[in-house]
T-cell receptor
Framework: KNEVEQSPQNLTAQEGEFITINCSYS?????LHWLQQHPGGGIVSLFM???GKKKHGRLIATINIQEKHSSLHITASHPRDSAVYIC?????????????FGKGTHLIIQP | DGGITQSPKYLFRKEGQNVTLSCEQN?????MYWYRQDPGQGLRLIYY???????QKGDIAEGYSVSREKKESFPLTVTSAQKNPTAFYLC???????????FGPGTRLTVL
């Protein structure tokens, strides 16, 4: 069973700072996801990665398959980025068997 | 609009009562999932279904039951055998070949 570890667990930063959240996993995967959960509880998918790097607006996600590690970066952070960011992985068999999740990183961006 | 609906958003029940959480999707997805979220823990898989009339236990299935009579619907029953039912429950779906999961808004269950 895959173990997914995220760091840091909590992060407080000032508006405009560059943010990095890290994720590592223990066994091979078919895909890695970065999710965002707001205080109401709903979850939104930000990225799905199987290799390389993806960018969407101020968000950048990278993955290193050999090192079993992924990072989520937020440039020019803003208070509206405050949320819980969750890393999750699909097993090597693909997408049908569900995801294994990290515990999340609680991010607060102060004005 | 396509998506996943869960109802109700908040649910209160007395200890010892069974309760059923609703999950409906109109995305034409084959696979559906139930996850549980507790404070300080990652989401954990309760049950999943890859096709109508078939489902599999996840990591924490004890005290729960599901059915999949229709492609669109995957209700979860929290039985009195579940020792710590108070939690946030999320339903999700994806297409059989797809990896991205789409999440419902969740139901927060409190057992008094």
């Amino acid at each position: 069973k895959n173990e997914v570890e995220q760091s840091p667990q909590n992060l407080t930063a000032q508006e405009g700072e560059f943010i990095t959240i890290n994720c590592s996993y223990s066994v091979g995967i078919s895909a890695l996801h970065w999710l965002q959960q707001h205080p109401g509880g709903g979850i939104v998918s930000l990225f799905m990665l199987s290799s390389g790097k993806k960018k969407h607006g101020r968000l950048i996600a990278t993955i290193n398959i050999q090192e079993k590690h992924s990072s989520l970066h937020i440039t020019a952070s803003h208070p509206r980025d405050s949320a819980v960011y969750i890393c999750a992985v699909n097993g090597e068999r693909g997408g049908a068997d569900g995801l294994t999740f990290g515990k999340g990183t609680h991010l607060i961006i102060q004005p | 609009d396509g998506g996943i609906t869960q109802s109700p958003k908040y649910l209160f029940r007395k200890e010892g009562q069974n309760v059923t959480l609703s999950c409906e999707q109109n995305l034409n997805h084959d696979a559906m999932y139930w996850y549980r979220q507790d404070p300080g823990q990652g989401l954990r898989l309760i049950y999943y279904s890859q096709i109508v009339n078939d489902f599999q236990k996840g990591d924490i299935a004890e005290g729960y039951s599901v059915s999949r009579e229709k492609k669109e619907s995957f209700p979860l029953t929290v039985t009195s055998a579940q020792k710590n039912p108070t939690a946030f429950y999320l339903c999700a779906s994806n297409s059989q070949r797809g990896y991205r999961q789409y999440f419902g808004p969740g139901t927060r269950l409190t057992v008094l």
